[in-house]
């Protein structure tokens, strides 16, 4: 499909491989794949916004209470293996915090971007575009290129 090439991996990883990787690597890979995402359906069609538009609109979807919030919504449908990873995440001893977000919300927020992480990194693409999609349909413009 082609709205998943940019998240296709040339050589995914195994689930050993990705699962071995400390949590937060996973959720730093999530928070990346999140922002090109979130930076992309919020760029592609709208030629006459300038960047700082942009960039608000992409820092009010990808922050750590609205990740925690889209976390907690969408946990029902993660899998055995994903809350596992959630949980990984969640509960790692995390020496930063967000400016805007309580501690639990940041611990939620890097849950999510751990399974997205995850999700990229095992080359689940269809998967990752669910939850992707599904996280910003309620905050994001829909978008002609689905």
Same mark, same amino acid.
């Given at each position: 499909?082609?709205?998943?090439? !940019? *998240?296709?991996?040339?050589?995914?990883?195994?689930?050993?491989?990705?699962? @071995?990787?400390?949590?937060?690597?996973?959720?730093?890979?999530?928070?990346?794949?999140?922002? #090109?995402?979130?930076?992309?359906?919020?760029? !592609?069609?709208?030629? #006459?916004?300038? =960047?700082?538009?942009?960039?608000?609109?992409?820092?009010?979807? $990808?922050? @750590?209470?609205?990740?925690?919030?889209?976390?907690?919504?969408?946990?029902?449908?993660?899998?055995?293996?994903?809350?596992?990873?959630?949980?990984? @995440?969640?509960?790692?001893?995390?020496?930063?915090? @967000?400016?805007?977000?309580? %501690?639990?919300?940041?611990?939620?927020?890097?849950?999510?971007?751990? $399974?997205? +992480?995850?999700?990229?990194?095992? +080359?689940?693409?269809?998967?990752?575009?669910? *939850?992707?999609?599904?996280?910003?349909?309620? =905050?994001?413009? %829909?978008?002609?290129?689905?």
């Amino acid at each position: 499909m082609a709205h998943l090439s !940019v *998240f296709e991996l040339k050589e995914p990883i195994s689930r050993q491989d990705a699962l @071995a990787l400390h949590p937060m690597s996973l959720a730093f890979i999530g928070d990346a794949v999140q922002s #090109l995402y979130t930076r992309t359906r919020v760029t !592609v069609g709208e030629t #006459l916004k300038k =960047t700082g538009a942009l960039h608000k609109e992409v820092t009010r979807v $990808v922050k @750590a209470v609205s990740q925690a919030a889209e976390a907690e919504r969408l946990m029902p449908l993660f899998t055995e293996e994903e809350q596992d990873i959630f949980r990984r @995440a969640r509960n790692c001893k995390i020496q930063t915090s @967000a400016k805007h977000a309580e %501690p639990a919300e940041y611990r939620k927020a890097s849950g999510f971007e751990a $399974v997205i +992480g995850y999700l990229y990194l095992t +080359g689940n693409t269809e998967r990752l575009f669910e *939850f992707l999609s599904a996280a910003y349909s309620d =905050t994001l413009q %829909p978008s002609d290129n689905k």
